[in-house]
Structure formats: C-alpha cells, structure tokens
C-alpha cells in the first residue's frame, strides 16, 4: 500500500493536468456555447453583425486556453513529456493543488463569461454602435480567469524550489 | 423536465425590437393628410405584404406574422396560454351568439387561439360539448343554455367573460414566469375594474356585480363589488386605497383615458424585460408591445378614414414599448 502511495506522485500531477484542462475547458464550452445560440438568433435577423456578435462567443474561449496552458506546463516540469523525472507523492500531490485555481476558476468564469456575452449580444443586436461598452462588460470576468491562471503557473514553477 | 432555454429566441428579438415602431413614427403617421399615405407609410416599414392594400388585411397580416414568428421560437406548448385562452374564449363567444341568431360571423373569428375556432363552432353546432377542450365545456354548455332559455346575451357574456379571466389568471399563476404571472394579474384586475364601472353605470346589483367579478390577487372583490353597487365614486374611493390609485384620475376622465391607463401600466411593467437575456418574458412583452403597436395604428387609420382631430387621437395613443 505505502509502495502505491509512494509511487503515485506522477498520477497526482497528471490528474491536475486533466482537471485544469478538463474544467476549464467544460466551462469554455458552456460560455461559447451559449454565446453561439445567441449570436445565431440575431444573425438570423441581421447578417451583418457577423463579426461583432463572433467576437463576443469567443470572449468565454480564453479559460479553455488557459487550462491548456497550466496542463502544458505540469505535463513538461514532471517529465510526462520530455526528460523523465522522479516525481514524489508530495510533489504529486501540489502539482495537483497548483491546477485547482485555473480547472475551478476557469470552470465558473466561463459560464458566467458566456451568460454575460449572451446579454452583449442582445445590446448589439439592439445598438450596434454601442459595441465597445457591450464588450467591456464580459470582458471584465476574464480578470478572474487571469489571476487564477497566475496563480497556477506561480505555483507550478514554485513546485520545483519547495524542499519537501 | 428540464427548463426551455430562449436564449435564441431572446437574441432574435432584440433584433426584432428595432423595427417596432416608436411615438415618432406614430407622430408621424398622425401627420400624414390621408388613409392612403398611412398605407404608403406602413407598407415601407416592412407592414402587411406585397399584396396587400387595405388597412384591415395590413393589421391582421401583422398580428399574423406574431403568432407565425412565436410558433417558430417556443416549442413549449401552453407557453403563451395567457393570450391564446384569450382568444378561444372569443370564438366561443362569437359561435354561441352567431348559432343561436342564426347568424353568419365568419370574419369575427380570431386564428390564433389554442383550439381552431371551426373546432368549437363544430362542437357547439352538434351540442357535442365533450368535442371541445375541458377548459371550455362547462362554460359553453352553460351559457349555451343561458342564451337558449332566456335569450339574455349579456347574461351569456358574463358568464363567458368570467370564466375566460378565470382561465387566464389560472394560466398565468401556473406560470414559472414571473413576467407572465404579472401580466395575468394585471389582465383581471384591469378587466374587474372595467367591469365594476360598467356594473356601477348601468345600476346592476350587487348579485349581477360579484358574478361578473373574477379573484385576483391585487384587487378586493368583494369591496370592488360593493362600491360598484352604490356607484362610480365609491369604486374610486375604493381604487384610492387599492395598488391601483393612479387609475382614479384616469377613470374620472374618460372610459377611453382608462383603456388607455391600463394598456400604458403592463407596457411599463414589461419594459424591464428589455435587460431580460434567457427567459420568455421578453417573448411576452413583445407580443404585447406588438398588439399594442397594431391597436395604435387601428386607432390612427380609423381617424384618417373618418377624418378624426390628430388631438383626438393623439390623447388616445398608448405607450409604446420601444
């Protein structure tokens, strides 16, 4: 049992890397999703919005990116891809820990982005001049989305000096 | 079950929104010199079809362009219950007296009730009341025989007229929206206090009174019906106290200034549905908002036919939505 616990370091760091990717992928695809259904409501009214209406289903894509991104660089530091290393449960286990801000954050922030892009859609389709301000406004959950991605790459690349 | 996503929906129709018309453009319409330019008028906005040169046939084109556009966006059936029970209630209204006077009412019919209204005619015609929704059987054997013993059409109004307040506001409490449930409130409060001043006019008593009556929730039946039999003061009084107040000044007025006062507070009470991305209630207020828009422009094509004061008219002119 102890050897299994020993051992299992690399399974905790894969798992991180999964969450991050999963999670904040799931919540990408809710956000741009439902962007979508919306975007295609107007343009079945009005083509010509194509290009404003798009950029707002693809404000909610950035938290999927961004899981990727953590996932990337907790499959290089733990050797998964690249040179093989020795990974202990304890680092394992942080790896898995460093993943959790981006994989929640992301998960959330990327259905509220989407919910919040809907509704930008619904002020252009009404005032497409007003366009700048109806971006700010999903724009700003992507702040949320930026810090727990800060957060994991912080955390990943401090895994390597933590004495443990 | 899991709950209708009318994101799509809601999205097409802010963009819908844009082609109602506003007060500028019914200031607009006003100033034109005659019936014709007002045709001319709605025609370039996108009003009736190509083949279309009436008044008539541009307004029912319009409503159904409504009805066609929300069969095409909410697949939930009793989703807008609240109008079609409306409308059922009409033809079943209009079958009863046209069968009992003989009577040929073709044109009265309303198309967009949750039923055909050829359905109902069938039914009541054979005396086959079980044909008919359940909603309607006890109401249309009951008025049916009303007419038939006693030949009061206004007794078998009464009767329909209720039930179809009843039907409502039962559609729109069961209602998950919170949109729809305000509208079905509003819809009988506003119909019991016509009522009672209509009641209040024509020296009904009290009896005659509470059976027009329908509950609801903001109005005290009751009292409502009390005050109508000692006259239109006290029903005044009585709205004074009520969440109705403001209607006082509109009832002193004029019976039309109250129309209009009731028609303005559901378009307010729907403008916050403006902001509303994922739920039917924008859907609601658009119906709304539209056949508040095609009764402003009935009123404005009566007047260029009988070559009304613009004031006239202008007074008589609802909020519009947009």
């Known amino acids: 049992m102890s050897e299994i616990l020993t051992n299992s370091g690399l399974f905790f760091a894969l798992l991180g890397a999964a969450c991050a990717t999963f999670l904040a992928g799931t919540g990408s695809a809710i956000g741009v999703g439902k962007a979508g259904v919306a975007a295609a409501g107007v343009l079945s009214e009005e083509p010509s919005l194509f290009g404003k209406v798009l950029i707002f289903q693809l404000l909610p894509a950035t938290q999927g990116i961004y899981g990727l991104l953590v996932a990337f660089l907790i499959l290089t530091n733990t050797g998964i891809i690249g040179t093989p290393q020795d990974i202990s449960l304890q680092q394992g286990l942080l790896y898995f820990a460093a993943s959790l801000p981006i994989a929640i954050a992301g998960l959330f922030s990327g259905i509220h982005q989407g919910n919040c892009a809907v509704a930008g859609i619904g002020t252009v389709a009404k005032r497409p001049d007003q366009m700048g301000k109806a971006i700010i406004l999903p724009a700003m959950v992507e702040t949320y989305a930026i810090l727990a991605l800060l957060i994991s790459i912080l955390a990943v690349f401090g895994i390597a000096n933590v004495n443990i | 079950m899991a709950k209708a ?4 929906a809601v999205a097409r129709i802010r963009s819908k929104e844009l082609k109602l018309l506003t007060m500028k453009d019914l200031e607009a319409l006003i100033s034109l010199d005659d019936y014709e330019s007002c045709i001319r008028f709605l025609t370039e906005k996108g009003w009736g079809n190509d083949t279309i040169q009436t008044g008539d046939e541009i307004l029912s084109t319009e409503r159904k362009k409504i009805w066609l556009l929300m069969n095409e966006l909410v697949k939930e059936e009793n989703a807008f219950d609240v109008f079609l029970l409306q409308n059922d209630f009409h033809n079943l209204k209009v079958t009863i007296k046209s069968i009992t006077r003989n009577l040929k009412a073709d ?19 054979k005396r086959n009341y079980s044909q008919l929704p359940e909603y309607l059987q006890n109401t249309a054997k009951e008025a049916m025989n009303v007419l038939l013993h006693t030949s009061d059409g206004q007794l078998c109004d009464i009767i329909i007229d209720k039930a179809c307040l009843e039907a409502v506001y039962n559609a729109g409490k069961n209602s998950d929206n919170e949109i729809i449930r305000l509208y079905s409130e509003l819809f009988v409060a506003s119909a019991d206090i016509k009522i009672a001043v209509r009641c209040a006019k024509t020296n009904k008593t009290l009896d005659f009174i509470k059976q027009s009556l329908a509950e609801c929730e903001t109005l005290n039946i009751n009292m409502l019906a009390n005050s ?27 019976p039309s200034a109250f129309e209009k006062y009731c028609d303005d507070l559901v378009t307010d009470k729907m403008k916050t549905q403006k902001w509303e991305p994922f739920t039917i209630g924008p859907l609601v207020a658009y119906i709304i908002a539209r056949e508040n828009e095609i009764k402003a422009v009935r009123i404005i094509l009566s007047a260029k036919l009988n070559s009304l004061n613009s004031e006239i008219v202008k007074e008589r002119l609802r909020k519009m939505y947009v």
């Open chain 2, 228 to 254: 109508a039999a000692k006259g239109i003061d006290e029903i005044c009084s009585y709205l004074s106290s009520s969440a109705y107040k403001e209607a006082v000044e509109a009832l002193k007025k004029s």
């Open chain 2, 107 to 125: 044109n009265m019919f309303s198309e967009f009730g949750k039923v055909p209204a050829e359905k109902i005619y069938e039914a009541i015609d």
């Open chain 2, 5 to 8: 996503d009318y994101t799509y």
